[in-house]
Structure formats: structure tokens, C-alpha cells
């Protein structure tokens, strides 16, 4: 599959290198196409946000929260492609990181408005991005990671796509459920940052026989 990620950070850079292992095909849509990535890996190329967007059978937003409107803006017209969201609305506030918005609305929920016509999904965005790149490698237990979002026919493929980086896919229901996803994440955040739970940690579900 062609994907085209949104953003060639931390996180872009972790999902590229795992799907590329799986076989897939990942071009970086960026600002600056002639500005090489210091972390691309190595077969990702790089074009326009809105070329990498066009050309992605799949397009993933993984730019920082704040350069989310401006990276949608760019884009254009997203109408009829999946997109997955794995940024997380975050600010700092009085007590460090936090969350800009919860509850009763979610980061998904406004970029699905931002990107209408888009069928978007909440995912990849519950653990660090070193993670991301190597969750094949929690062998005892695997990694969950939970997938929201309301068009029924390509979440399948969105599943998959998770599952193809070595995680537990787990459909989690509709785009609203966002809203529990992205405080899922501010807790991996402050267990990393303030409780001392080391970077290679995810969280995981098991069930009883």
C-alpha cells in the first residue's frame, strides 16, 4: 500500500520504518520537498504536503497539534481518503504538558471537521514513537493500540495497517470514542515523564481464559 505521512518528525519517521518492513511504500509530505529529513529512513522520498497527500492510498496526520490546521490547509482537498490522526491536542500549561480539549470533543473530532469528506481515524497515538517503530518486539504481551473511527468499510484497513507495525489492533468504535483515546495518551505521557516508567513501555490488553 502507498501511504503518505503527514510530517517527517518523530513520529513519521517510526510509522515509515514500520511499514516499510511490512512491505509498504511511504512517501513524507513536508513543507520543503529539497529539505532532506536529517531521520528519513532510508527509500522515503519526500513531496508536498498536498503531492504526498494525492499520491497516498492512505494518508497519516502526524504533525505536531499546533501545525495541524495549517498542514490540512495545505493539503486541500481530502475528500474520499482515509485518514489516519495520530497527533494528540496537547499544550503546555501550569504543570507541564496537558491536554487542549477533552471530553465533550476530541483532537480527531476537529480535524475530521478540518479535513471534511475524509473518513478519519483515531489511532497511533497511545504510546512514544520509538514504540511505533518496534512493537513487534513486545513478544510476552503485545502491544495494544486502539483505532476510532465511523466509516465501517475502510476501518478494516486501518486495522491492518496497525497490526502490520506489531501491534494488538483494536477496534475501539466510533470517532468520538477519540475522547477517551486521547487522555489514554496524556496518561502514557505522564507515566514516561513524571512517574519514571521507561520510553519502551506500552500499554496492553489481556483477557481472562
Not at 490522526?85 to 470533543?105: K, Q, S, V, Y
Not at 517503530?133 to 513478544?139: D, I, M, Q, S
Not at 493500540?145 to 507495525?165: F, I, N, Q, S, T
Request: proline share 6%.
Amino acid at each position: 500500500m502507498h501511504i503518505a505521512i503527514l510530517g517527517a518528525g518523530n513520529v513519521g519517521t517510526a510509522l515509515a520504518i514500520g511499514w516499510q518492513r511490512a512491505g509498504h511504500t511511504v512517501v513524507f509530505g513536508v513543507r520543503d520537498p529539497q529539505q532532506r529529513p536529517a531521520t528519513r529512513p532510508a527509500g522515503v522520498t519526500s513531496a508536498t504536503l498536498a503531492q504526498a497527500a494525492r499520491a497516498g492510498e492512505v494518508v497519516v496526520l502526524a504533525t505536531p497539534w499546533p501545525a495541524v490546521p495549517d498542514a490540512l490547509a495545505a493539503v486541500g482537498d481530502l475528500t474520499g481518503k482515509t485518514l489516519i490522526d495520530c497527533t494528540n491536542p496537547l499544550r503546555f500549561g501550569p504543570a507541564g504538558l496537558e491536554l487542549e480539549i477533552g471530553h465533550d470533543t476530541s483532537g480527531a473530532e476537529r480535524v475530521a471537521v478540518l479535513a471534511r469528506g475524509a473518513a478519519v481515524f483515531k489511532t497511533l497515538n497511545q504510546t512514544g514513537f520509538d514504540n511505533m517503530a518496534h512493537a513487534a518486539e513486545f513478544t510476552v504481551l503485545p502491544a495494544a493500540m486502539y483505532v476510532a473511527g465511523d466509516d465501517v468499510e475502510r476501518k478494516p484497513v486501518v486495522l491492518r495497517l496497525v497490526a502490520d507495525l506489531g501491534f494488538q489492533a483494536i477496534d475501539a468504535g466510533g470517532l468520538a470514542i477519540s475522547r477517551l483515546l486521547e487522555p489514554m495518551a496524556m496518561l502514557w505521557i505522564h507515566l514516561a515523564l513524571n512517574r519514571g516508567e521507561p520510553m519502551t513501555t506500552a500499554f496492553a490488553m489481556s483477557r481472562r481464559s
